[in-house]
């Protein structure tokens, strides 16, 4: 009889919700499982980082990269949101996936498939220069991977203008939604209006050279995967 490995991450401690990072209109669509919060980070590239300064919101699309239960944000040092969450006030830090567009037979019951993550939590500026390379170099891999051991590494000045923040994961949400719409019955039953899903995809496309110098293999590779 051939055992099967258990999947990837199946130790790990669920989810354990606060009050604010509670699911409640669409409970149902809650996840529980840690590993299906990491599968949403991971599969993201870009994160909505949410804060407030002087009173107003701030919400700024960023970078992102995640390392256990760590996900580190950087910026530039001068920018406000960051420079506020260097201070220690709360953030939140929101990852969407997109995965269709649902057509349903009322509009009403029209929605999206999605995949979605929500973290809060109060992100601490990394200023220890071995741990902020390391959390660079999380950010750097986790968006263009084989970048960092292939490109030339942040100077000093560089590093000083960068902010490193590191967000720790405990308090999280995800939702998700897949499938078919979900109409009224006296809607499938009357039959007048196509529903459906109109599947949504991303794909690299052909890399677009700005150098002269051979296409290295981490390019290629990533190129010739198709849908990321």
Request: net charge negative; glycine share 8%; aromatic share 4%.
């Amino acid at each position: 009889m051939t055992e099967t490995s258990p999947p990837p991450h199946a130790d790990l401690p669920p989810l354990s919700p606060t009050p604010r990072s509670t699911v409640k209109r669409g409970a149902h669509r809650a996840a529980a499982d840690r590993a299906t919060l990491y599968a949403v980070l991971d599969a993201g590239l870009i994160c909505h980082l949410s804060t407030v300064v002087d009173g107003s919101p701030i919400v700024l699309p960023t970078g992102y990269g995640r390392d256990g239960d760590t996900l580190y944000l950087h910026g530039s040092t001068g920018a406000r949101s960051l420079r506020a969450a260097m201070a220690g006030i709360e953030v939140c830090v929101a990852v969407t996936l997109l995965d269709g567009v649902v057509y349903a037979r009322s509009v009403f019951h029209h929605s999206m498939n999605y995949r979605s993550a929500v973290v809060h939590g109060t992100a601490t500026q990394i200023t220890d220069p071995e741990e902020k390379l390391r959390g660079l170099r999380v950010l750097t891999e986790h968006m263009a991977p084989g970048s960092w051991d292939h490109a030339r590494p942040p100077s000093t000045k560089e590093l000083a203008a960068t902010a490193v923040l590191a967000l720790d994961l405990a308090e999280a949400a995800v939702k998700t939604r897949d499938g078919a719409p979900g109409d009224d019955e006296e809607d499938v039953v009357a039959n007048v209006a196509w529903a459906g899903v109109l599947p949504i995809r991303q794909v690299w496309g052909d890399p677009v050279s700005d150098s002269d110098l051979e296409q290295p293999a981490h390019i290629t590779a990533r190129a010739a995967s198709g849908a990321r």
